[in-house]
């Protein structure tokens, strides 16, 4: 498990469209504006079978059910190569969705043209866009990882989309998500 730090798009940054087939419907494509929240959205990179995103996986999917009913439109997208990573495919993307029971979309990057645009580089990997589409929030869920002994709390996701919904301001020193570099091509 190779420990890789995001790259921490700019802030202000509009969010980059996409066009990708969304692994819990099996049959939907979906835009941005399709998973677009009224008051912002969560963009995040994952894949099945990073242990960092088994680490913090139930929260993650605690977070997108207190906030998806607050106006905040969640998605989760995977973009790594699955030639070499067959774990992450995406019929497995549709078992990994139901097993952890998604309530939010779980797009399938199969060119990898998503990551690149978002400049992802590990998962998890957490964007939040306020309601005009602009970049609020780019880095960690909180200071734990496996094996650290921190309790999970997603505190540091929490409290910036609480201050998107609150309209309070964000402090822009953010810390980098940590997580399994993304399997590119």
Excluded at 77 to 106: K, R
Excluded at 131 to 159: E, F
Aim: with cysteine; charged share 20%; proline share 5%.
């Amino acid at each position: 498990m190779a420990r890789t730090e995001s790259n921490m798009l700019s802030l202000g940054t509009i969010a980059p469209d996409f066009y990708l087939n969304d692994r819990t419907s099996e049959t939907q494509n979906m835009r941005f504006k399709d998973v677009k929240g009224e008051k912002g959205t969560l963009v995040f990179f994952i894949c099945n079978h990073c242990p960092f995103v088994h680490h913090v996986i139930e929260e993650v999917v605690r977070i997108a059910n207190d906030y998806r009913v607050q106006g905040i439109g969640i998605v989760a997208i995977s973009s790594n190569d699955i030639v070499n990573y067959p774990q992450d495919g995406p019929e497995l993307m549709t078992e990994y969705a139901f097993e952890n029971s998604f309530e939010f979309p779980y797009l399938f990057d199969a060119t990898q043209e998503v990551a690149t645009a978002y400049q992802a580089a590990c998962t998890p990997d957490f964007y939040l866009f306020d309601n005009q589409n602009r970049l609020v929030y780019r880095g960690q869920l909180d200071d734990s990882r496996p094996g650290n002994g921190i309790p999970i709390s997603g505190s540091d996701l929490r409290g910036a989309i609480d201050s998107v919904l609150y309209n309070r301001t964000i402090n822009p020193n953010q810390k980098p998500s940590i997580g399994c570099n993304i399997k590119w091509k």
